[in-house]
């Protein structure tokens, strides 16, 4: 599958379509879910073409690679997540739900989430 520069989060991250931003430096750009899953719920995405982990795994400079999971980190901390948990979800292909084809990863907290599946 072709990068599709299309897909909303492409757009979001030209600055084409609006986004509640949460954090921003030069490897991502997290912003807050518009159907959020739990109390928190907050996107972060990779500033470049990566379809999904596996695409970005196997093509993401290293630095961009080390950059991009720091920059999770720091969202989950700034949102206050550190010491009462979080989870990180990442959907790839269509058994797991991936509905838009950039890498991307969601955190959920501020309430317990169970087991991993329901």
């Known amino acids: 599958m072709a990068y599709d520069k299309q897909n909303i989060f492409a757009k979001i991250l030209r600055g084409e379509i609006p986004c509640k931003k949460v ?14 899953a739990a109390p928190v719920h907050v996107l972060v ?7 999904s982990l596996h695409d970005f795994a196997a ?6 690679v080390k950059g991009f999971f720091d920059s999770v980190t720091k969202v989950a901390a700034k949102l206050g997540l550190e ?5 990180i979800i990442s959907n790839h ?4 739900s991936q509905t838009v084809h950039h890498f991307h990863v969601h955190i ?6 169970g087991g991993l599946l329901p």
């Open 23 to 36: 954090y921003e430096d030069e490897f991502a750009l997290a912003f807050e879910d518009i159907a959020p």
């Open 45 to 51: 995405v990779p500033k470049g073409e990566y379809i």
């Open 59 to 64: 093509h993401a400079p290293g630095a961009m």
């Open 83 to 87: 010491e009462s948990g979080y989870r």
């Open 93 to 96: 292909g269509p058994d797991a």
């Open 108 to 113: 959920l907290g501020g309430r317990s989430l």
